[in-house]
């Protein structure tokens, strides 16, 4: 095979960039998509997350995942992986602390980004089996499955988490204002129209995610 | 210099009748030629950097835990024009900035393709180019006005915008190159090469119609802090969707939902609770740059009132400013050419008569939008909202000539 | 990176096969935010900056005695789009760069006026700006192709030429703030407060319609080599009529015929040893960026020519490209928006075969001037002119890809 | 008077900008023009600008103004101020040397120069008759004015340089070039039209420097 035809030239605009293959790609190709695609062989329990969870992640996220770390004083703490109150995000009216349990809508975003970022400064250095296992951890302690979960490609991409039906597609533009020029109601004034919530957007937004 | 005006003009008036002195820089040679191979500002510009916002002016735990997943401020308050100079563009990092070695850095574009190709920087660099201007913002900027924290000026409110003319290669281009799969392709997935690998999902008909894989900035190399040695431009779109070090392109029928696209970055729709699960566009906004919090009018007299407007929607059409709290409007000035998702100046001539006053600006785009007040955002999201809050920024102007949050 | 492309598609071919590595940088925090509150190129850049030509490349003394009157010029070959980076701004100066304080410096404006006037900093700042993309070019740039002398790469033949934003007020508003006498005035002097002190006579005509006072480049204050904290922006002509460190602007009824117009940067018109008095204007001239001097092509294929063009006179209209040496034209691609008197980039694609070619562009402007031979302007002005050099300039790609004066 | 009446603000589109008067610019005034305006008053023989010379400028600019000082090797050394052909530089057809005697136009722009620009490493320091005694002087050596010649502000003005016709307005463009754009001739093909020398640009040109 010519180099010419490895390159596939006569079937390309440009003949610039070099032809690959999945398996050169592999180690990079570690995005995990809602419906499990991406997830790798392997496996993990909710006692090994603990294990791992206590000697690789404690010490920022804190011992029950509540979070609270400082490392500069008067700023935020490393993130809460869990909370006191496992209520769907959507369910609930007070001040909202997105987290693990009360806000994502899939399982699958925990692996893939545990997979990727964590730990913080030492990042892509779990086992796969490791990684199911913090997942079976910190869905545990969110109260999402139960404490003898054993987690694998097949069960952590059945699960369904509690805020799943919380999202809808972009509705915006959600204000409404006239470009008044002059003697201008403001808000707070009886004449200025504050406007309405904002009605859901649905699926056809062209920008939206929708899984398939 | 900076922001303060010092009172000059009376200083001024009483030396005016002694003959003006020689200063030494004008009987003296002055620094060579290629003192600086690369040149830097003159050292009394020293104040004009980037900043963090104290946390003295954002109690409460505002400012993240740690410098490496944190954002730095463009001082827009004492810039001109439209273009953001490179050194002091605004940064928004995951884990901080990697010393990526360009020689070694690779971009793969795979998924549904005829051919998987990865791509070098001097492979990169032959294909055809775009170049265009387009701001970059952060969707959290302006967020902590919705937690009702104030900061004290453009830069620690507004920062985290900036502009620049981004040359690069159409992504189009890469996906035709890859055979792309169009029939089935839904959404392109780009993945960085920090250590936080961002992964962010992008629609496939933004993909191939907007979107830049950009390895220029104002004319020289991305700048390390923005993507060097390559990134994806995402004209008018959210900055986060921008990744930077890009690595991967990957072609797919389904959408990632990654953390980025849900845990953050992701906004309350209103007071139930539930969520947008994507908001890429940022939406007409406007900020007086000047007169703006922390700085001062020495005296009575004319001023411009200027500043900055922008849509991710495409064009500004208008920017009207009131010097009365809203009663009352002016269309200020648009610095020409106004162009697509891009920076604009406006500017408005005023006298200020020592009464105080609060000032405010107000865009309008192509598409009829019109910008809010942020009471407007409250009632459509819900007080929970943080992100793409592009609401009317009010100044007061005290009668002192200081200028606070209005 | 620089202007050299490697081979780097066989050797990416070789390795494809490898499971791709994963980089240190993907694994560990980079750096954080802050590390440069004004922001650097990435270390990998360290060949991209300004450069003397050297004397080697020049024989024949053809460079200046003395760092303090010389030049510095842009890697334009290295650069894309058309803003030139503030780092990376040419340098001509007369006496080197003097560090002026902004507190202590001062604008005189008097002559033919109602009212003598001073200003500060501060004053020059409130008063009305405009803000717009210019072009600045030495005179000189190019004037060794007219002594024989080639150099090897743009930044040696053209480097004397770099675009940005510029943010200032209008001379016509500090003409009308002292009241300029319309009827008496023809000309204005601009003098600098570097020790040359540099004196330029300006058209009154060109002064009133065309003249800024910038104090701001590519959006933050000027950089002390363009001028620091104000200078005189002239567009579409001659660098040196742009004068830096403005100190003094006088309305006159006479012109000055300072020495750097009569001495120096003043043109023989012909054989008979006639001399221009005054040369402002930068006529349309275009130079291909890439392929260029000193660059080399890997291998056979596609590749996109570029390069840039501008003219004093307005706009450009149109670039042509040849590639066999001016026999046989085609039109480039210029990218949008094409500003008046500012740096235009043009494409086009090109698909090398591996044998010798000359490539040249030429670029025609508004008023329907077409960018001539260098034997036209010897024709015209004989063999001895100097300055305003704006020629074709041919480029020879040879058949091992490297690339040479042409 | 108030400040407003001091600062003329009625009169004014902006009232920035501090009114002030002819004593207090005097020190930047500096300039000289063709006809005389702007020279100071004082005096100078060629004898004491020889003297001046010899100690401010000759370690530069070389003994008899022939310059080639070269402080850099393979660089141009400073400028002479003279050379051993006077005839005026439109007279002649050879590679030319620009220079005070040959090409000038007016006597005071040499006055001007030295002034504001000289010596190089300091300069502004000399003295009005320092200076008058070095145009004295360097004109003298350029065999412009004869070597008893004493300049003052008069006879300075009167002196009629050799190159004062040299000049015209610029006449550009000066050439015209078709866009062919295939099959087209180059320099060097009989079929290229090279063009003419430029025609003299005339003083109407709206850019050109015009003394009245
Ligand atoms: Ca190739
Ligand atoms: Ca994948
Ligand atoms: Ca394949
Ligand atoms: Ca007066
Ligand atoms: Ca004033
Ligand atoms: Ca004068
Ligand atoms: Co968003
Ligand atoms: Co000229």
């Known amino acids: 095979q010519s180099d010419t035809e490895a390159m596939d030239c006569d079937d390309r605009p440009f003949c610039i960039g070099t032809v690959t293959d999945a398996a050169t790609i592999a180690p990079w190709n570690i995005d995990v998509l809602p419906d499990g695609t991406g997830l790798p062989e392997g496996q993990g329990d909710v006692a090994s997350g603990a294990e791992v969870y206590k000697t690789g992640c404690a010490y920022c996220h804190g011992e029950d995942g509540l979070g609270g770390i400082k490392p500069i004083e008067d700023h935020a703490g490393y993130p809460a992986l869990s909370s006191t109150d496992p209520t769907p995000l959507s369910a609930i009216d007070s001040w909202p602390t997105k987290n693990v349990g009360t806000y994502l809508p899939y399982a699958t975003t925990l692996f893939d980004y545990i997979r990727r970022s964590m730990p913080f400064v030492n990042s892509q ?21 139960p404490e003898n979960s054993v987690l694998d490609k097949a069960s952590l991409s059945a699960i369904q988490m509690p805020n799943r039906d919380g999202f809808t597609c972009d509705s915006r533009p959600d204000t409404h204002n006239e470009p008044c020029m002059g003697d201008c109601a403001v808000p707070g004034d009886d004449g200025f129209d504050l406007g309405v919530a904002a009605k859901p957007g649905d699926d056809s937004q062209e920008d939206c995610m929708v899984v398939q | 210099t900076g922001s303060a005006l010092v009172m000059t003009s009376m200083v001024a008036q009483a030396q005016a009748s002694d003959p003006l002195p020689i200063p030494q820089w004008t009987k003296t040679l002055g620094d060579p030629v ?32 740690t410098p490496h997943s944190y954002w730095s401020t463009t001082p827009l308050q004492d810039l001109r024009g439209t273009i953001t100079p490179n050194g002091l563009f605004y940064e928004r990092h995951h884990a901080g900035v990697p010393a990526v070695e360009p020689s070694e850095h690779r971009l793969v574009v795979h998924g549904l393709v005829k051919r998987e190709l990865i791509f070098t920087m001097d492979q990169l660099r032959r294909l055809p180019t775009v170049s265009s201007f387009h701001f970059l913002e952060c969707s959290g900027n302006g967020d902590m006005v919705t937690e009702g924290k104030f900061g004290k000026n ?30 089935k392709a839904r959404y392109v997935l780009a993945e960085g090469a920090d250590s936080a690998a961002m992964l962010r999902t992008i629609p496939f008909q933004r993909a191939m119609d907007e979107c830049i894989v950009v390895y220029a900035q104002n004319g020289e190399n991305l700048r390390p802090e923005q993507g060097y040695p390559v990134r994806l431009l995402v004209p008018g779109c959210e900055g986060n969707l921008n990744i930077k070090w890009l690595r991967r392109l990957e072609v797919t029928d389904n959408p990632a939902f990654s953390r980025e696209e849900t845990s953050k970055y992701s906004d309350l729709t209103g007071p139930d609770g539930m969520a947008h699960k994507s908001t890429l566009i940022m939406e007409a906004k406007s900020v007086i740059t000047f007169p703006s919090g922390g700085q001062e009018l020495p005296e009575a007299g004319y001023y411009q009132i200027r500043g900055i407007a922008w849509t991710g929607r495409g064009k500004i059409t208008g920017v009207d400013v009131s010097m009365d709290g809203g ?61 793409h809050n592009n609401a009317i920024q009010p100044w007061l102007v005290q009668s002192d000539g200081s200028v606070v949050y209005g």
Chains 1, 4 share one sequence.
């Open chain 2, 154 to 183: 453009v830069a620690d409110i507004h920062g985290l915008l900036s502009c620049a003319q981004w040359t690069g290669v159409k992504l189009s281009t890469l996906l035709e190159e890859a055979g792309v799969e169009k029939d």
């Open chain 1, 125 to 145: 250095s779990l086992s796969d089996d490791e990684i199911y296992s913090l997942v079976a951890y910190l869905l545990s302690i969110n109260k999402v499955i």
């Open chain 2, 327 to 387: 009663k009352n409007w002016e269309p200020a000035n648009l610095t020409q050419p106004v162009l697509s998702k891009c920076l604009t100046e406006f500017t408005l001539p005023w006298r200020w008569d020592k009464t105080s006053a609060v000032l405010m600006s107000r865009a309008t785009d192509e598409t009829g939008y019109v910008q809010p007040f942020i009471e407007q955002l409250f009632t459509a999201r819900g007080k929970y909202f943080l992100y």
């Open chain 2, 34 to 65: 290629l003192k600086n191979p690369y040149g830097l500002p003159s050292p009394f510009e020293k104040a004009i950097i980037r900043r963090e916002t104290l946390a003295a002016d954002m109690p409460g735990g505002y400012n993240f835990p």
